[in-house]
C-alpha cells in the first residue's frame, strides 16, 4: 500500500505507468527507473511511497481490482430485484468489463497472478478476489438451486470465467469479449434450467 501522503494524481500516474511498463516489457523489465521515466518523477519517489516495485504492483492490482468491483456493482445496481440469472450476468459482464480486458491490464493480471505464489501480499488480495467473485456467484445460484449445487455451479462458474479470460489474454488474437460473454451465459442458462432434474443428488 502507498504511504499516506501521496497525491491521487500522482498515484494514479504511477500506477498507469507501472501498466504501460509491464505490457511493453513485462514485469521482470519494468524496473523502477523505467516506470520512474514513464511517470516523469524520480525513482526516489518511487521507493519512498511504495517500498519499490513490489509494492507498486500491489497497488495498481489494488486500482483494478477497485475498477473490477465497480465494474460489477454498478450493473447490479442497475437491475434492483431482477432475478438471478440477470445479477448472475452482471457479475459476467463486470469480469470481462473494459477495465479489465485492456492489454495493459490484462499482462499486469498475468504477473499479479503469477507474483502472488511467492509475495504474501500478493497473494492475500488473490484469495480476495476469488473469495468475492466466488461468494457473489454463490448468493445469486443460492436463489434458484439448492446449497450445494449452487456452490458447484458457482466453482464452475468462477473457474470458466477465468478460464475464458487467461485464453484470451494468452491469444495471439487476444480475448473475443463477446463469445466469452456468451460461453458463460450459456453456463448459467444449463445451470438454472430445470433444476429439479438434479435436486436427487445433492439430497
Not at 22 to 43: F, K, M, N, W, Y
Not at 73 to 83: I, Q, T
Not at 111 to 131: C, E, G, I, K, P
Request: charged fraction near 25%.
Amino acid at each position: 500500500m502507498p504511504k499516506v501522503g501521496m497525491q491521487p494524481i500522482r498515484r494514479r500516474q504511477l500506477i498507469e505507468a507501472t501498466l504501460e511498463a509491464i505490457d511493453e516489457v513485462g514485469l521482470a523489465d519494468a524496473t523502477i527507473a523505467r516506470i520512474a521515466r514513464h511517470a516523469g518523477v524520480s525513482t526516489g519517489i518511487i521507493s519512498h511511497y511504495f517500498d519499490g516495485k513490489d509494492g507498486l504492483l500491489e497497488a495498481s492490482m489494488r486500482h483494478i481490482l477497485g475498477d473490477l468491483g465497480s465494474a460489477v456493482s454498478e450493473r447490479r445496481r442497475a437491475l434492483g430485484e431482477a432475478p438471478a440469472q440477470a445479477h448472475l450476468h452482471a457479475i459476467i459482464d463486470g469480469n470481462f468489463d473494459r477495465s479489465q480486458t485492456s492489454r495493459s491490464v490484462m499482462k499486469t493480471w498475468l504477473a499479479f497472478w503469477a507474483s502472488s505464489m511467492h509475495h504474501t501480499n500478493l497473494q492475500r488480495l488473490q484469495r480476495v478476489n476469488d473469495r468475492r467473485l466466488y461468494s457473489n456467484l454463490s448468493s445469486q445460484f443460492r436463489r434458484v438451486l439448492p446449497k450445494r449445487q449452487a456452490r458447484d455451479a458457482a466453482r464452475g462458474l468462477a473457474a470458466l470465467i477465468d478460464g475464458l479470460w487467461l485464453r484470451g489474454a494468452l491469444a495471439q488474437e487476444g480475448l473475443d469479449v463477446e463469445r466469452a460473454r456468451q460461453l458463460a451465459y450459456d453456463y448459467v442458462r444449463e445451470q438454472l434450467d430445470t433444476p429439479q432434474r438434479r435436486t436427487t443428488d445433492y439430497a
